[in-house]
């Protein structure tokens, strides 16, 4: 009896931890995407740069080398960033500036429309 309630409690908290792995990836990555499109700009620059420096040594491979490296460290930074979170414990229904995440509904202001003043009196019937 003891060994199938551990067995269980075990299970529950290895997907525990699967799960907020994927949701702080998945944040993480959009995150990335919205804020950080000044970043992204930047880092194409730079890409498109080491892409026509390296095309002299590397001519057949140069973009696919500077891209995948690229793309591959966004991916290594969003992944050990989920990671050092997951193992922290930070779970992201507790952090406040993920309301879009917890499914609350707060809004800032409601809604007016012009044509409100002739037909929000009205019921359907």
């Known amino acids: 009896m003891e060994m199938s309630s551990r067995g269980e409690?075990?299970?529950?908290?290895?997907?525990?931890?699967i799960k907020s792995?994927?949701?702080w990836s998945f944040t993480l990555t959009v995150c990335?995407?919205?804020?950080g499109?000044?970043?992204v700009v930047l880092m194409a620059?730079?890409?498109?740069?080491?892409?026509?420096?390296?095309?002299?040594v590397l001519p057949v491979s140069a973009v696919l080398l500077v891209i995948g490296s690229l793309v591959g460290a966004n991916i290594f930074a969003v992944?050990?960033?989920a990671s050092v979170l997951t193992i922290k414990g930070i779970h992201p229904h507790e952090v406040s500036w993920?309301?879009?995440l917890q499914g609350n509904e707060n809004p800032s202001h409601s809604s007016i429309y012009a044509s409100c003043p002739l037909?929000?009196?009205?019921t359907p019937s």
């Open 45 to 56: 620059t730079i890409g498109v740069l080491a892409t026509v420096i390296l095309q002299s």
């Open 37 to 39: 499109f000044p970043l």
């Open 9 to 17: 409690m075990g299970t529950f908290y290895s997907l525990t931890l």
């Open 79 to 81: 992944f050990v960033g």
């Open 98 to 100: 993920l309301n879009w």
């Open 21 to 23: 792995f994927l949701v």
């Open 32 to 35: 990335f995407l919205v804020v």
């Open 119 to 122: 037909t929000c009196g009205l």
